[in-house]
């Protein structure tokens, strides 16, 4: 997902007037057509430019100029070539390209620096080899794209933690990728080489008209929830009403499937059916209302935090909700492991709590199905095993000194060195890590 790096959109004339000297964040959408020469004026001060939701194909080779400039997004405009300008921006960390045109990514043209990149939503069949130089990579996002093979040369970024790469056509997912000592978060769902899994459930749909929607409870990435009533039940609900559309993380189907076939659990919100009929022909689940009670447990990462969660100044989490929240989590994660799937974005903001430690794992939106019964299986639960470690880390990091004994740290502190172990396949399962927190319950 793009972030929100500039909630106020600038204008041109405060551009062209010096209205905005000295600044470090420009954001404008205008329906620009040519990179603005005013720009050049910021160039000793900016950091972050924004120029999504424009008609840009090109950049100028005198961007370089930009010497400060760290973080661009260019979403939503009509470049058809990845510009390879961008190469000599030796600052930049952060590019996006999201929902372009752009099918050609020649080689070497990604800055020494770079540790995020977005590329989601273009025509991108051939990835760079070079994109392996890019030792400091933790984020990258390559979903709805043609890309057909990753290159083996991505083996060297080992630094990069989270992956999108679904909804390519990659026609196998190569072992390399699950030895990446740091990768915690991935998406591969509809890729040719997914597992196809055919959803042997009571399921039921029904009509839209039995629904009258009362008010939007939140928007992800994939879909608007709302709450509803549910005229055929007589009861309240949500709806989650999906877009359709690729996001960052995948497809809405495979959203769907996944959240059908992860079963029941006390740390899953009960999906009750789908529906039909739709005015629009979307597609649709129709889920328990969730008491309002129930909070994010975090929030989604920041461009300085880039993988990790942030949590809000007050945020104070003790021993008890640690473990509880450690004990449902594992438990959730092993039984969606046990039947194959891996959920690619387990993180506190997508973790529902309240305030007596009950939680909730929620967004499917990066979920994939995989068999169980090849050699791959092992390592990609391993893989979220270490996302898992984060989650603790960052809970653990939030419980005063003073609040938790030296020797219980240090239990916790054991655990995640395990989730870390930078040999993936040495990690503990999650039922292995299920049984080591009942045991602390008893210490």
């Known amino acids: 997902m793009q972030p929100n790096i500039i909630k106020m959109t600038h204008t041109l004339e405060d551009l062209k007037s010096g209205a905005l000297t000295g600044t470090k964040r420009l954001k404008l959408a205008c329906g620009l057509t040519t990179f603005p020469e005013e720009i050049f004026a910021l160039a000793d001060t900016l950091e972050v430019l924004d120029l999504s939701d424009n008609h ?50 020649a080689e070497h043209v990604f800055p020494q620096k770079l540790n995020w990149l977005i590329l989601t939503d273009n025509k991108i069949k051939v990835l760079p080899k070079s994109l392996g130089h890019c030792t400091l990579l933790q984020k990258c996002a390559l979903a709805g794209n043609q890309i057909e093979v990753l290159p083996n040369e991505m083996s060297n970024c080992q630094n990069l933690e989270l992956l999108r790469i679904s909804a390519n056509n990659l026609k196998s997912i190569p072992n390399w990728l699950f030895e990446l000592p740091k990768l915690s978060w991935l998406a591969f769902a509809g890729n040719p080489s997914a597992y196809q899994v055919t959803l042997e459930t009571d399921f039921e749909s029904y009509a839209w008209n039995n629904f009258n929607i009362k008010e939007l409870l939140g928007e992800g990435a994939s879909g608007l929830i709302y709450k509803a009533d549910w005229t055929l039940k007589q009861t309240e609900i949500a709806l989650k009403i999906f877009k359709g559309d690729v996001t960052s993380d995948g497809l809405a189907n495979d959203e769907m499937a996944v959240s059908i076939a992860a079963g029941s659990h006390d740390s899953l919100i009960p999906v009750l059916g789908n529906i039909k009929n739709h005015p629009e022909n979307k597609s649709g689940l129709i889920m328990k209302l969730i008491d309002p009670t129930f909070i994010n447990l975090g929030n989604p990462p920041s461009m300085k935090s880039c993988t990790r969660d942030v949590f809000e100044n007050t945020t104070v989490f003790n021993s008890k909700k640690l473990l509880k929240v450690a004990k449902s989590i594992a438990s959730v994660s092993a039984q969606l492991h046990s039947i194959g799937i891996n959920h690619g974005d387990l993180y506190a903001h997508n973790i529902l709590i309240n305030d007596t430690a009950n939680c909730l794992l929620g967004d499917f939106g990066a979920a994939t199905f995989y068999d169980k019964n090849t050699n791959q299986a092992h390592n990609i639960e391993r893989v979220e095993v270490r996302a898992f470690g984060c989650l603790l880390e960052d809970m653990l990091n939030l419980i005063p000194e003073d609040n938790i004994t030296k020797k219980l740290k240090h239990w916790w502190d054991s655990l995640i060195s395990d989730c870390f172990n930078p040999s993936v396949k040495s990690r503990p399962a999650f039922s292995e890590i299920v049984m080591r927190l009942r045991s602390l319950e008893f210490k």
């Open 56 to 105: 840009l194909s090109s950049l100028p080779e005198s961007i370089v100029q930009l010497k400060q400039l760290k973080i661009i997004f260019f979403a939503r405009n009509k470049f058809t070539e990845y510009p390879t300008v961008l190469g000599n921006c030796l600052n930049l960390n952060m590019i996006g390209f999201k929902s372009n045109q752009i099918h050609t990514v």
